[in-house]
């Protein structure tokens, strides 16, 4: 079964997947024992891997470690067209959709398509909604492109629909890494209401509390980054309260 697959099926039984971020600029290598071994402890369903700005050359490491102790997915999630690598399994071929970007809409896409068609990896399309979170993110720097305003849920719900009908397969709600403000259960459950694709929620999410509400209010995939690279502890807490979440 392709990781898509996967998520589909887990969307149609009601249950949520915990995706726990990997940025290979601010792991080491000599970390990656331990983390692998709390994900697979935990239970966590797929690693993404990428960041918003990546500076040194420890992708490739970063997969192939991972990739020698654990079966447990690696998916990319590229903050730029270079972050691309044979060793994952997939990637999200993001659309920055609640942007007006060109190049982060079509244009890097176009560059890297060719790379992609020829590579073992599992093309996942994914309209990505940038959300306010209440303060300035790299990837709203970086992108230049304004992120809708946390209380805007009828302008979220409408660029999920476009990005749907566009054919995207899933659509990735996030307020950013490190975010002071998650993105608010009533977007979550506006946007999970309106389009049928998985749902994708992250950007500072620090607690079980906050995983639980969301995969509650309809997030299918919760992921989270920051949190547990500041307390590894939490991956536990946080895997179990997603997974607590039964069909309705
Ligand atoms: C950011 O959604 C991810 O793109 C995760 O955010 O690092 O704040 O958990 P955090």
């Known amino acids: 079964m392709s990781i898509y697959q996967n998520m589909v099926e887990a969307k149609s039984n009601g249950e949520k997947k915990f995706a726990m971020l990997i940025d290979p600029d601010k792991v080491r290598l000599g970390e990656i024992d331990r983390i692998v071994h709390q994900a697979q402890t935990a239970g966590v369903d797929y690693f993404f891997v990428g ?9 490739d490491h970063c997969l192939m470690e991972i990739k020698k102790q654990c079966k447990i997915p690696l998916i990319l999630f590229p903050g730029d067209s270079y972050q691309l690598s044979y060793r994952a399994d997939a990637i999200l071929f993001l659309s920055l959709i609640s942007g007006r970007n060109a190049e982060l809409l079509i244009g890097k896409h176009v560059i890297t398509a060719p790379y992609l068609k020829l590579s ?10 940038l959300i306010d979170g209440g303060v ?3 990837v709203s720097y970086m992108s230049n492109t304004h992120p809708i305003p946390s209380d805007k849920d009828d302008i979220a719900i409408c660029t999920a629909l476009a990005g749907e009908m566009l054919g995207m397969k899933l659509m990735y709600l996030d307020a950013g890494s490190g975010a002071i403000l998650p993105v608010s259960q009533s977007m979550i459950d506006s946007v999970a209401q309106a389009v049928n694709v998985p749902l994708i929620v992250g950007g500072g999410i620090d607690s079980a509390e906050i995983a639980l509400r969301n995969a509650r209010a309809g997030a299918d995939i919760i992921v989270v980054g920051n949190a547990i690279e500041k307390d590894p502890s939490l991956i536990q807490e946080i895997a179990h309260a997603i997974h607590s979440v039964t069909p309705v």
Request: charged share 10%; glycine share 14%.
């Open 136 to 138: 300035p993110t790299t």
């Open 120 to 129: 073992p990896l599992e093309v996942i399309s994914c309209g990505y909604l």
């Open 51 to 59: 960041g918003s700005l990546i500076v040194n050359d420890g992708l």
